[in-house]
Structures are given as structure tokens and as C-alpha cells.
């Protein structure tokens, strides 16, 4: 894995979030906690079309700088929406399931970085 490669991934993915509102983005580096990837990214949006919204920005955003998209789970229901790219794994919530889950204390051995740290 190649750390910068993912730091340029995030630094995308973060901003197509902000594109479409995406609230309370949250940013954990799990390189040294995890062989699955380098970083987790959490969002939230108010609604399902939001939701949608902010998942298909990403994956066109990072799709137009050359990143495949592995995989993609819970488009459909949008209350959790996984986008696996790799090195960079994007959590997209509703309100509810967010807290439901709370993937920042299931992860809270990986590092939270502030975006402007990428």
C-alpha cells in the first residue's frame, strides 16, 4: 500500500463528500491497525437522496482520477452506504445507523486525523 497514494485518494473522497453537505466527516488512519486499508472515512447525510447523492459524487470523483470503486454495499436502503476502494474505505450514514454502529469507537485504535493533516 502506498501511504501517499491513499492520502491523495482521501483528500478526494473528503472533498466530493463536502460537494454534497456531507456532515460530520470523520477521517481515521488504520494503516497500523489493519491490513484491510489505510483509512476509513465517515459521513453522514439528512436522507436517502443525500445519501445517494454524496455516494455517487465520491465514485465519480475518484473514478474520474483513476481509483476503482471494489465495491458497494447498501446503495439501495442508503442508511449505510461501504465503498470499498482499497486503500480508502468510505462509510456513508444516516443519522441513526451512524450512531447505531459507531464505527469511531469500534476503530478507536486507528489514529483520527483532521483533513488539512493529509
Known amino acids: 500500500m502506498d501511504l501517499n497514494n491513499s492520502k ?7 472533498a466530493a463528500l463536502e460537494d454534497k453537505k456531507a456532515e460530520d466527516i470523520r477521517l481515521i488512519d488504520i494503516s ?4 484491510m486499508a489505510d483509512f476509513f472515512i465517515i459521513a453522514n447525510g439528512a436522507n436517502r437522496s443525500q445519501i445517494q447523492a454524496m455516494a455517487d459524487n465520491v465514485e465519480e470523483t475518484l473514478g474520474r482520477a483513476g481509483y476503482a470503486l471494489r465495491q458497494v454495499e447498501g446503495y439501495n436502503t442508503a442508511n449505510w452506504v461501504l465503498m ?13 445507523n451512524r450512531l447505531f ?8 485504535d486507528g ?8
Open 8 to 14: 491523495a485518494m482521501a483528500k478526494l473522497a473528503i
Open 32 to 35: 497500523e491497525v489493519s491490513v
Open 84 to 96: 470499498d476502494f482499497g486503500d480508502v474505505i468510505i462509510h456513508v450514514f444516516d443519522k441513526e
Open 101 to 108: 454502529y459507531n464505527l469511531e469507537r469500534i476503530w478507536r
Open 111 to 118: 489514529k483520527m486525523i483532521e483533513k488539512d493533516e493529509l
